[in-house]
């Protein structure tokens, strides 16, 4: 018997799948009964009844519902009294106003996830009709099925399924795009950004949008129908790291949210700098995560130091590790400052101006050890007082320049090798000069006994000792 076919580019009449969304469908196939058909593509049963029972006599593939057959549909099925069914799970995207629209001779239903949106269901010979549905799917994945069945006569089938576009039905926005990726080039400073393809059916383009870190401003870059895009952003002194992201927009003009931002930075960046100060050797050890990106090349490590009588960030070297330990440092009490840049393939390198950051990741202050002791040595006096001797310590350094907070001093008996503190004490800064006193009981045996005294700092550290002091204590 003569057969005849005619198959649509496409289930449903959608958009060209090649621009906009994976919608392209497979050809017919032949194949054996338990197939598995591409995505978005029927699933096509014919049966020798029209009740659709026992086993069908044939599964294949079917990217489209528009069939005309005058005779046996395939071999095993009579030319009367058969069925056909067709079934297909896809994705909806984000849903929304479509129409349903069936023509048939005798017999044809469309359900929806189970439920009945179509019934023409009567014999009509050879004389098709057709009826349309306006309805609204659901977002996500559901079950269109159409089965169609033919009494007598010639069997002629079509069904679409179509988003209806206009601006006056679809309110829906389109998901927003999912699997962005951007890839950086060094050497022409370009970003390329990509994207999966969006599940919608109405898709009319994409939008990219931009923004610096640390704005709220976001910058159109194009609007394409591709997945992928370069951002010419050229600018070889740039090193602003940015944020993008994709946009859908629909048919109807509705857009979609922006997709998860993904950063780019034209250059890695020392996400954090700690450091420490070895008291015994004076060196200062400075760490950081070592970069993993591609286009990472070295470290050159700064410290801020005085340089003609301005402070500089002056190169210590570079590095490709992720530690760095400085000269000898002086235990001066000050804090000292250090810098960690990075410099990428291409030759550029991290912002470096000449001033000081607390808030930079790259940027450490670290406190040094007061190593310097007080310069001099105190004045001291003894002399008599009830009970023992009275020792005073005294220091003339005007109070703006002092390098000490208090006084000690010591004692011990003449010819003995053992000192004992018998003050420790901060100085009363109100009084100038800066003095302390001890009246220290003593017995009255007719012994001798000497003093020294010296100042100290707030970091511990101590001045050279005065002069010894001697009393001879009158027995009593």
């Known amino acids: 018997m003569h057969q005849k076919r005619s198959v649509a580019a496409l289930a449903g009449g959608a958009l060209s799948a090649v621009a906009l969304g994976g919608l392209l469908a497979a050809a017919p196939q032949a194949v054996a009964a338990d197939v598995t058909c591409s995505a978005n593509v029927y699933k096509r049963t014919f049966y020798k009844n029209t009740a659709f029972s026992g086993s069908p006599v044939r599964t294949d593939c079917d990217s489209a519902i528009s069939q005309s057959w005058s005779g046996s549909p395939v071999a095993g099925v009579p030319s009367n009294d058969f069925g056909v069914r067709w079934s297909v799970t896809r994705d909806f995207g984000s849903g929304g106003p479509f129409t349903f629209t069936a023509s048939a001779t005798d017999g044809i239903r469309v359900y929806l996830d189970g439920v009945r949106k179509i019934d023409l269901w009567k014999g009509t010979g050879d004389t098709a009709r057709s009826k ?38 679809d309110k829906t926005k389109p998901l927003a795009p999912t699997g962005v990726k951007t890839a950086y080039a060094t050497k022409s400073r370009k970003t390329t950004v990509s994207w999966s393809a969006n599940k919608e059916m109405d898709l009319a383009s994409y939008t990219l949008h931009r923004r610096a870190v640390g704005s709220s ?6 609007t394409t129908t591709a997945r992928s895009y370069t951002d010419p952003l050229v600018n070889p002194d740039d090193r602003t ?9 629909d048919k109807a003009g509705n857009t979609s949210s922006g997709s998860t931002d993904t950063i780019v930075r034209p250059l890695p960046v020392v996400t954090s700098l700690t450091g420490t100060y ?20 070295h470290y050159t490590v700064h410290s801020n130091d005085k340089v003609d009588g301005s402070y500089k960030w002056v190169p210590l070297g570079t590095t490709k590790g992720s530690t760095w330990t400085t000269g000898p440092v002086t235990a001066d009490g000050e804090t000292r400052h250090y810098r960690v840049l990075v410099t990428n393939d291409s030759g550029t390198t991290t912002y470096n101006p000449d001033w000081l950051d607390a808030t930079a990741p790259h940027e450490l202050w ?11 040595a105190p004045d001291l006096s003894v002399r008599s007082c009830a009970g023992g001797v009275q020792a005073t310590a005294t220091d003339y350094t005007p109070s703006p320049i002092r390098d000490f907070t208090g006084f000690e001093i010591e004692r011990r008996a003449a010819g003995t090798g053992t000192w004992s ?35 100290y700092d707030a970091a511990g550290n101590y001045s050279p000792y005065s002069g010894i002091r001697a009393l001879t204590v009158a027995a009593g």
Do not use: Q
Not at 217 to 222: G, L, M, S
Not at 442 to 455: I, K, N, S, V
């Open 217 to 222: 401003t976001w910058t159109k870059v194009t």
């Open 366 to 376: 670290l406190a040094i050890p007061d190593g310097i002791a007080p310069a001099e």
């Open 421 to 455: 503190v018998v003050l420790h004490k901060a100085y009363d800064p109100r009084l100038d000069p800066a003095t302390a006193t001890v009246c220290d009981p003593l017995p009255a045996d007719g012994r001798t006994y000497e003093f020294r005294a010296r100042t």
């Open 132 to 169: 349309g549905v306006n309805l609204t799917v659901p977002s996500g994945k559901h079950t269109l099925r159409v089965d169609h069945v033919n009494w007598t006569g010639a069997a002629k089938v079509t069904f679409t399924y179509t988003p209806r576009t206009s601006a006056t039905y």
């Open 278 to 297: 070895d008291k015994a050797t004076g060196k200062v050890t400075l760490k950081w995560p070592l970069n993993t990106e591609p286009h990472f090349d």
């Open 241 to 249: 790291p940015y944020y993008y992201e994709v946009r859908a927009k």
